[in-house]
């Protein structure tokens, strides 16, 4: 399991300017704040269309939004295309938890995206933990955050 922890003395003031974004929907007319996730753990993961892995991705937040706690809460967040290119990604893939497009703002607050998917993790106060470069796996997810997602008790007791 690879879990990166970013110097997070690089990045205090993106990170509070996250706090302050307002991110429009790919889903629907609307914007996410993302306060509105505040009190929750934040899985933000930026895909892009044609990217199988990241489809892959957000099959594995589905089950996560399903089968976890609510108090983790995967967002996908479109890149490197137009709401035309991200839209079917998404239908294709039936998410069931919020989508939005990357704005330029986001973009510069978060730097460089080495490689979808890319999976920025934050705590209930809206702390950056760590990163996830690359497929998170459903029991990874699991692993990482047995308190919301605990694995299903063996039939064996």
Do not use: H
């Not at 996250?18 to 505040?38: A, I």
């Not at 895909?47 to 990241?54: N, R």
């Not at 983790?72 to 990604?89: F, M, N």
């Amino acid at each position: 399991m690879l879990l990166i922890v970013i110097n997070l003395a690089l990045i205090p003031r993106a990170v509070a300017s996250l706090e302050q974004l307002q991110l429009p929907s790919l889903t629907d007319n609307t914007t996410v704040s993302m306060t509105d996730f505040r009190g929750k753990v934040l899985l933000l993961s930026f895909f892009e269309p044609d990217c199988p892995w990241c489809y892959r991705q957000m099959k594995v937040f589905n089950q996560t939004q399903a089968q976890c706690n609510e108090q983790l809460q995967p967002l996908s967040v479109g890149i490197r295309g137009t709401d035309q290119k991200l839209r079917p990604e998404l239908r294709r893939a039936k998410v069931s938890y919020p989508a939005v497009r990357g704005t330029p703002l986001l973009l510069r607050l978060v730097g460089e995206i080495p490689a979808t998917p890319w999976t920025l993790i934050f705590d209930p106060q809206g702390q950056l933990l760590g990163t996830w470069r690359g497929y998170m796996k459903f029991k990874q997810v699991q692993s990482l955050f047995p308190e919301f997602c605990p694995p299903p008790e063996s039939p064996l007791g």
